[in-house]
């Protein structure tokens, strides 16, 4: 028997179970053997030596962002309108086979846009090319869900599913659960609020599942079985997802005030062109790119082109911004004046730990490089030399 169907041998158990206090435990252990299956049915094959078949694209810009969807709900025309970059679209479905990159040019920052082949159901099983999607989805910052407006919602639901089923848990924050394997001791079960979905005894059985005897978990809020298989596995992958619905004007307008209403939601229409900014506004708000100039010392700011932080991509604080500079900038640094909303007057004197803001103003003051011995009347030694017959001898003075 294979891995698909072990996993789905164990759904079909699940939906016979009732669920009440009786049955919690074993449902909580077939959680964790179908989250076992699903990690296994990811890793390449035994033997196989080298990567995988997947899209190759480099990563360019100061963002990233992954075009998933069903087939024919308007990728291609979207990637073409906001990017320029030609991608066929047509008809039928499947008109994408392949990975087509493309550059958003937007409030001085360059965001790379993936439009990616059409995903079916069955996707992470690796139906339809399903895996090379998901894998680079992975790899971007922020993923946008494009539906067609005029279906019905169970697409949503749909490709939720075959992307939690891979690993990647879209709007979601990782739990704060606290999991640390030992060699002995034992399992030491904590936890700082009242639990309600899961006890020691359920955890006990899921960590035996996992083979792991010796180990500490400290809960510091009321999770869930899932959440707790989760960090366990260690492999999930949290981002942050805008759902798209597209093709508006073929609907009528209480239709599309209840999609906008909807939590990260955004309604356009690539045929008319309707809202596009809007989507753009809050791509850029979701990912929260921070622009900081540069002010050498005695000059005006550089306003022409930004250093580009985010809290995803290494941070937004003075050091990090000094790192993207040069590595070898933090050693010199003595302070640092910034000048914008997160300084408290201007300019403000801050230290590497400052937390930066968008559109703030950056100067480095160095450090002076000392000179050998001092200085003034503080030298360790004098230059002059050490016996006094080598000392030059003064002229004599005129009579």
């Known amino acids: 028997m294979g891995i698909i169907e072990k996993i789905k ?9 009732q669920k009440n206090k009786a049955t919690e435990y074993h449902l909580g252990q077939l959680k964790a053997k179908i989250a076992k299956l699903r990690t296994q049915l990811l890793e390449p094959p035994k033997g196989s030596s080298g990567a995988g078949e997947g899209f190759e ?30 991608s066929e679209a047509a008809s039928y479905e499947f008109t994408t086979l392949t990975c087509i990159p493309g550059i958003i040019h937007y409030n001085d920052t360059k965001i790379q846009l993936l439009d990616l082949p ?12 399903g895996r090379q999607v998901i894998a ?6 922020i993923v946008l869900m494009v539906l ?3 279906k019905s919602e169970g ?10 089923a891979v690993g990647l848990r879209l709007n979601k924050r990782p739990p704060q659960i606290y999991f640390k394997k030992k060699k002995t001791g034992g399992i030491s079960f904590n936890s700082t609020v009242p639990l309600t979905h899961v006890d020691e005894k359920l955890c006990y059985q899921i960590l035996h599942e996992y083979k792991i005897h010796n180990a500490e978990v ?9 959440d707790l298989i989760d960090v366990i596995e260690g492999n999930r992958k949290y981002m942050k997802c805008i759902y798209v619905y597209n093709k508006i004007d073929v609907i009528g307008i209480d239709d599309v005030d209840k999609l906008a209403r909807q939590p990260n939601s955004v309604v356009i229409s690539c045929n008319l062109k309707l809202n596009l900014d809007r989507l753009l506004a809050r791509m850029w708000e979701e990912m929260g790119l921070v622009r900081v100039y540069t002010k050498p010392q005695g000059q005006q700011p550089d306003f022409t082109e930004p ?8 941070g937004c604080t003075v050091e990090d911004f000094c790192n993207h500079i040069h590595r070898s900038l933090v050693k010199d640094v003595k302070y640092v004046l910034v000048w914008g909303t997160s300084a408290r007057h201007y300019p403000q004197h801050c230290g590497l730990g400052h937390v930066l803001q968008d559109e703030d103003v950056v100067q480095i003051v160095k450090k002076k490089e000392k000179e050998e011995g001092g200085r003034g009347r503080f030298k360790s030694h004098s230059n002059a030399p050490a016996r006094i017959s080598d000392r030059e001898k003064k002229a004599p003075l005129k009579t």
Not at 136 to 141: E, G, P, R, T, Y
């Open 9 to 17: 041998e164990i759904e079909a158990e699940m939906a016979r179970t």
């Open 57 to 86: 694209v480099t990563k360019f810009g100061h963002g990233r962002v992954a075009l998933i969807g069903f087939p024919s709900v308007g990728k291609s025309t979207l990637l073409t309108l906001l990017t320029g970059t030609h």
């Open 118 to 129: 059409g995903i079916i159901e069955g996707a992470s099983e690796g139906k339809g090319r």
């Open 136 to 141: 680079v989805s992975k790899s971007s910052d």
């Open 148 to 150: 067609d407006a005029s």
């Open 155 to 164: 697409h949503r639901q749909i490709l939720t599913k075959e992307l939690e």
């Open 218 to 226: 400290l809960f510091r809020e009321d999770a869930t079985v899932d």
């Open 307 to 314: 250093v580009v932080l985010s809290v995803d991509r290494g």
